[in-house]
């Protein structure tokens, strides 16, 4: 892999200048190709009135007449819109491809309103461009968390057309990232997988469905993550059949919320797992505590007698049902 220092270093500035508004295009590989009205708009009101007060970063390519845009992109739209003649520029020498795309990332980073499948496009030609797939030396290239690197890479699994679907120019129309990160999880559970029903396409198509109708048992993203946790479950309990089926059932109606995947026993279970845990830990900590120690903490003392007389109840109950 390349030196993720000497890719991220901004060329130097050959010249500073104006230039004219028509003789500057879009970078090929801007990891940002969505650009909503409304935040535009605004840019484009403080250009009205002040104008553009840092120059644009520009380089010329390799027998180009123009120059591509490394810095400014939003800045040069809002001068075409508002029809100015000229801008203001810094021209760099060109970049190489890799240190086009993390120039890009360095620049720019990734900010509240950029949409994430357009980051990881450019990503993905950054891993063939430098033979590099590995979450944290990218995230160090890139200077993205290692958080979103794999969010990204999680979007380029998806089959084109869903990437599509994120790419789409109006907002409206747009689904967000964070619909198929949430699917994610659910549509690569092995269980899932493994299901003779199961058709991947037609299960994303289903859920998107369910998801933008909004009354047909999905109400938001998140409730991908409660799905995943009822088929984990059920798994743990041997309930695998059961949940698969009450999954197809889900995926075939309207009217079915997502309480339809859980199962009592695989519900109980966990609960019992996640109750045996705690008590694991209490007892470590008991084990570590000296009487004479404790000796004045009254409290201490009547939560432990309560814990004794609920565990003594409780085994009754038990013991009682199992005869």
């Not at 104008?51 to 520009?58: C, K």
Request: with cysteine; charged share 30%.
């Amino acid at each position: 892999m390349a030196n993720p220092k000497k890719l991220g270093d901004l060329p130097k500035v050959i010249r500073v200048l104006q230039a004219k508004t028509d003789d500057l295009l879009p970078n090929p590989h801007n990891p940002r190709l969505l650009f909503d009205r409304e935040p535009l708009d605004l840019l484009k009101e403080s250009i009205q009135k002040v104008g553009i007060l840092v120059p644009l970063t520009v380089y010329r390519p390799a027998g180009g007449r123009k120059y591509s845009i490394l810095d400014g992109q939003r800045r040069w739209m809002c001068a075409q819109e508002l029809g100015k003649k000229t801008v203001p520029i810094n021209e760099v020498a060109e970049p190489t491809v890799a240190q086009n795309i993390v120039t890009m990332f360095q620049i720019h980073k990734l900010r509240a309103d950029w949409e994430l499948m357009p980051t990881a496009l450019k990503l993905q030609v950054l891993m063939e461009e430098l033979k590099e797939s590995r979450d944290k030396p990218l995230a160090e290239l890139t200077r993205l968390d290692v958080a979103v690197v794999v969010r990204c890479k999680k979007l380029l699994w998806f089959p084109k057309k869903y990437q599509v679907m994120m790419l789409f120019p109006q907002p409206n129309q747009r689904v967000k990232a964070d619909f198929f990160i949430e699917l994610y999880p659910i549509i690569n559970d092995r269980n899932v997988k493994l299901a003779k029903w199961y058709d991947r396409d037609g299960f994303i198509d289903r859920m998107l469905e369910k998801y933008q109708a909004r009354d047909s048992g999905i109400k938001s993203v998140t409730d991908f993550r409660t799905i995943k946790q009822h088929i984990t479950a059920a798994a743990k309990a041997n309930q695998v059949a059961k949940v698969l089926q009450r999954l197809k059932e889900f995926l075939s109606g309207d009217e079915l919320a997502i309480s339809h995947l859980e199962i009592s026993s695989a519900t109980i279970h966990r609960r019992a797992a996640k109750l045996s845990s705690g008590i694991g830990k209490l007892i470590e900590e008991l084990h570590k505590v000296e009487a004479r120690d404790f000796y004045g903490e009254e409290e201490f003392w009547k939560k432990l007698e309560q814990i004794v007389a609920l565990i003594q109840k409780k085994l009754r109950d038990a013991d009682r049902r199992l005869k």
